[in-house]
């Protein structure tokens, strides 16, 4: 078996083409980009002010667990049934539009729920202290509370990633392209090989996408809050959501 | 609704397979879990390593696992053995750090009397050490079960009959109009059974815990 899927990965024509490894990833990523942007763009600033002012957040956990416990697949085929009628013409908009949809809604909660979190989690003497040296509403947000939520919430588009790298290969069982193509082919062709290369071509991209996002954490957090200054390393705010992966962090 | 009274037994047979394989690898993920859950606390210099593996594991998209099980297990490409062993994973890559910050969250007051007491270590855990821990135990648990319930669907793509079966179904039969009957209704049993789970872990979390509920006014 791991030979087949060596001699499927090392294959030259596999490289090349619209139907080649680096065009699926292409593909793939395409896919995850946009509706990890789209979801970032509504639930961050959503986030930022349900977390500041406080009100909102039980309903918060309440769409987010809402959310968390449907199938993907079956909101996946749901969404493809309801919007594609609607799409007219030939193209891959018919698939892609409740694509994105989907995986939009499943990128939602992991950031909304962790920036929520994060601002509320954000220490209360800093706080105190930011607005006792005269700092607005706006700035007690800005630089007070949201560099203190950046770890949580940069764990938040990490899990984010995650569901909607994995969705997204689902995604190629509605017709879309991607790395899920290989999987699907594979099987309708009763090739293994193919199967196995493409479960392993999506393994490692979402482990790299981890770990580039893991990397811009390191870059972007500010030592003081995430502590890789102190001699000693105090545990940080647990959360069941987020996906542990810092042991300096646990 | 009209289309599970014409399919009542098919759909009750496909929500019987769901339940199965979500509930199983739950089960056999806390019985493995536990032991390395409490290495982990144990002996501190396997807590950051063990949690790496298991967020290491979490991070691989369930369908990926699905395709490889058979690769690794020797399986057959239908057995619903491919379904269990990446779930199972799961859950236990989950609960480790779970059952590990469960122990953890036992003071050390506790921990002391009980062994003033004349608790050995064995029993100080089992009767002490675990019942403290089982609230965040549960939490965990409830994690993984709720989210079990959602990724046996995507088992449909390869071809393991459950309530993901509804929503294949459903793609197929709507090829010239859109027809939801058996997609709504696979979402709702989803829905129905990731609640019933739930609440019979928070049930079992209040009768394991009753000096819970005894300091609580009525």
């Known amino acids: 078996m791991i030979g087949g899927v060596l001699d499927f990965l090392t294959r030259a024509s596999n490289w090349s083409g619209p139907q080649g490894i680096p065009a699926r990833i292409g593909e793939h990523l395409y896919y995850s980009a946009i509706a990890i942007v789209i979801a970032l763009v509504i639930a961050l600033p959503l986030g930022l002010l349900i977390g500041h002012t406080g009100r909102g957040v039980a309903a918060v956990s309440l769409v987010v667990n809402a959310v968390r416990s449907l199938p993907s697949f079956g909101l996946l085929i749901f969404f493809v049934v309801l919007l594609s009628p609607l799409i007219t013409g030939r193209n891959n908009l018919v698939y892609l539009l409740p694509t994105e949809v989907v995986l939009v809604l499943l990128a939602l909660p992991s950031i909304l729920g962790n920036t929520v979190a994060g601002i509320q989690n954000a220490d209360a003497a800093a706080r105190d202290a930011a607005r006792g040296m005269g700092m607005t509403s706006s700035q007690v947000l800005f630089r007070v509370e949201l560099p203190n939520a950046l770890p949580l919430i940069i764990s938040g588009v990490r899990s984010a990633a995650l569901q909607v790298i994995a969705t997204a290969t689902i995604a190629s069982y509605v017709s879309l392209g991607g790395l899920g193509r290989y999987v699907f082919t594979g099987l309708a062709q ?36 995430s502590g890789r200054f102190r001699s000693r390393v105090e545990p940080g705010p647990a959360t069941a959501a987020v996906v542990p992966k810092e042991p300096a962090v646990a | 609704m009209g289309y599970f009274g014409d399919h009542t037994a098919e759909v009750l047979d496909l929500f019987a397979q769901h339940v199965w394989l979500s509930v199983v690898p739950v089960v056999l993920g806390l019985i493995i879990a536990l032991p390395i859950g409490y290495l982990a606390r144990r002996y501190a210099w396997t807590y950051p390593p063990l949690v790496s593996i298991a967020g290491l594991l979490y991070t691989i998209p369930s369908i990926a696992l699905f395709v490889l099980a058979p690769g690794i297990l020797g399986t057959r490409i239908l057995d619903p053995v491919n379904v269990l062993f990446p779930l199972t994973v799961y859950t236990v890559a989950l609960l480790v750090r779970v059952v590990a910050d469960g122990l953890a969250s036992v003071p050390t007051e506790v921990l002391q009397s009980a062994t003033a007491m004349g608790y050995g270590r064995l029993a100080r855990l089992i009767r002490v050490e675990l019942p403290i821990a089982v609230p965040v135990i549960s939490t965990g648990l409830r994690v993984a079960a709720v989210s079990n319930v959602g990724l046996v669907t995507v088992a449909t793509t390869i071809g393991t009959a459950q309530l993901g079966q509804l929503f294949s179904t459903g793609l197929q039969m709507s090829s010239f109009r859109s027809y939801y009957a058996p997609i709504v209704l696979g979402i709702v049993l989803c829905l129905l059974l990731a609640l019933v789970l739930d609440g019979l872990i928070v049930a079992g979390t209040r009768v394991l815990t009753p000096w819970r509920r005894a300091g609580r006014p009525a």
């Open chain 1, 190 to 225: 009763q090739d293994y090989s193919q199967m196995a290369a493409g479960a392993v071509l999506v393994a490692v991209l979402a482990l790299v996408v981890d770990l580039l996002l893991a990397l811009v954490q390191r870059l972007i957090v500010s030592p003081g809050v």
